[in-house]
């Protein structure tokens, strides 16, 4: 079954684009803030919210996962109140960040008004340099003679770095409570159109930093830049040769080699690399997993290194195909997958498609609701079980792997390479798994489906999955609900590696190797 990319839809979607608004145009609307991030008045955020609640009621399964009826109700409480008075349409968004982070799922995701995106990105006020989360601060990651690399950003516009960092986590969501993919996008990721709806558009900022080796803070004020200008900044970024190791846009979808004569290299770097079984590019990919597994046999390689950091996700049945490689056990995508609903799509009125780059026509529509009653046929109970035939048994493959499994993960592991994660764990023979709690769940999930709504007044996009999954993971002690993969060895980015251009992670696991010889 499909799975939405959550990465992509949260890098890529219509507000990290530049669109024009020809609608706009020819209206011949003043381009100026006030128009697109408007005031809403407590009739129209009421009417919104309201609407808001009652489709997340109606179609999102996962809305009482990790959170009990009384504290989602508590939570839309606080956000009725925050109503009562009148607020800009970027203040609004803001609240409905945190009911959606709340909630507790990777998929969930949120844009403003594509007006209001759009005018954000023509504006010089952007930030200029790349930050980096290191050892839990910000670290300056641009190369330019106003500030080394490598120091330490105290302040920013005199906002404390800790500050900034936990004003964006709202913009990270996560499956359950998992916190770490908040703490590094809160540095990495947000300095983009993230800052500029948090904290406004800014002439200039004034940076408040410690260089390495240095006793005394130094401060320097730089002008803000375009859009297109911090976007070549971050191409030139210090630790760009490193990072790109793992960037699924820059890297094959999937690779081998070998690093040394005893340990193979498997990269996954993205689950796209077919839409599902029918695609002609499956079997292709099936035939390349195979030739791995097969090589190592033949050369009886003994050590063999999955790195899946990332990785945020795609399509199943790309997923299981290695791990059928791994274990000596059957296993399932899924012990339990269900929607709510049944006869369509609850509020169609409000129902954008599955991008928030373009609405879904009604041919589009109407194929959606056939696939959606071949997956989900019949509702019972407030139940619609998913349909028994996407959900096979996978049986183990040969010749299997039965040497040294090492799992590489990261925080920006998510959805079906989570998935993958989680099975690893749970099946895979003689395998350590190293690197970062992933993003998405251990145990359970929201996902393969997506739905995106438009609220009336606000103009706010909303995505959620709406199949309830429970994955086919047996419970681990060092398994909380509720968290991502934990994993047996937790490794952080280093400030030494990061100033080195050294893989942290990577280093981690070939001196593990090496120590076992």
């Not at 900044?233 to 080699?257: E, G, R, T």
């Not at 999954?469 to 398994?479: E, G």
């Not at 609900?481 to 942290?504: A, C, E, H, L």
């Amino acid at each position: 079954m499909k799975k939405i990319l959550f990465l992509i839809l949260m890098v890529h979607q219509a507000w990290a684009q530049s669109p024009a608004n020809s609608s706009l145009k020819t209206k011949q609307v003043p381009d100026s803030l006030s128009i697109y991030n408007r005031m809403l008045n407590p009739s129209e955020m009421t009417e919104d919210l309201n609407l808001f609640l009652d489709i997340q009621k109606k179609a999102n399964s996962g809305l009482y996962r990790y959170r009990s009826q009384k504290q989602i109700d508590s939570i839309y409480k606080w956000a009725f109140r925050r109503a009562y008075q009148p607020m800009s349409k970027i203040d609004f968004y803001k609240i409905i960040l945190q009911l959606i982070d709340f909630e507790g799922s990777c998929h969930n995701y949120s844009e403003p008004d594509a007006g209001l995106v759009g005018y954000f990105n023509k504006q010089r006020g952007f930030f200029p340099f790349a930050l980096k989360y290191i050892e839990g601060n910000m670290i300056f990651n641009s190369k330019t003679a106003k500030i080394p690399v490598g120091s330490r950003v105290i302040s920013i516009n005199n906002v404390a770095d800790k500050v900034l960092m936990q004003s964006f986590f709202k913009y990270a969501t996560a499956d359950g409570f998992t916190q770490t993919q908040k703490l590094s996008s809160s540095v990495d990721r947000s300095y983009g159109l993230r800052y500029l709806f948090e904290y406004g558009i800014k002439d200039s900022f004034t940076i408040r930093f410690l260089a390495p080796g240095a006793t005394q803070p130094q401060t320097v004020t730089v002008p803000a830049v375009s859009l297109e200008e911090r976007k070549a900044n971050l191409v030139l970024k210090h630790s760009a040769p490193i990072d790109s190791v793992v960037d699924y846009m820059v890297q094959p979808k999937y690779s081998f080699k070998m690093v040394n004569p005893t340990t193979g290299l498997l990269n996954l770097r993205i689950f796209s690399m077919a839409s599902g079984p029918d695609d002609p590019a499956f079997p292709v990919y099936v035939a390349f997993v195979d030739s791995v597994f097969r090589t190592l046999s033949k050369n009886n390689i003994s050590n063999l290194i999955l790195d899946i950091r990332g990785n945020p996700g795609g399509s199943d049945p790309n997923f299981e195909q290695p791990m059928m490689y791994l274990t000596d056990s059957s296993f399932k995508e899924n012990t339990l997958a269900y929607t709510i609903f049944d006869n369509g799509i609850p509020h169609e009125k409000y129902f954008w498609g599955i991008s928030t780059a373009e609405r879904m026509d009604s041919v589009a529509k109407a194929e959606g609701k056939l696939m959606l009653k071949d997956y989900f046929p019949t509702l019972r109970n407030g139940r619609n079980m998913q349909n028994v035939k996407y959900n096979p048994v996978y049986y183990p493959k040969q010749p299997g792997f039965k040497g040294q499994l090492y799992l590489l993960i990261d925080e920006n592991v998510a959805s079906a390479a989570s998935h993958l994660a989680s099975l690893v764990k749970a099946y895979a023979r003689n395998v350590k798994i190293v690197g970062v709690e992933t993003v998405g769940g251990y145990y359970a999930h929201n996902g393969h489906m997506s739905l995106i709504y438009e609220l009336p007044h606000s103009r706010i996009k909303t995505k959620f999955s709406i199949v309830y999954v429970d994955q086919d993971a047996p419970v681990k002690p060092d398994q909380p609900i509720g968290r991502g993969i934990i994993p047996d060895y937790t490794v952080w980015p280093t400030f030494s590696d990061f100033m080195q251009n050294k893989d942290t992670q990577m280093e981690y696991v070939l001196k593990l190797i090496a120590d076992k010889s």
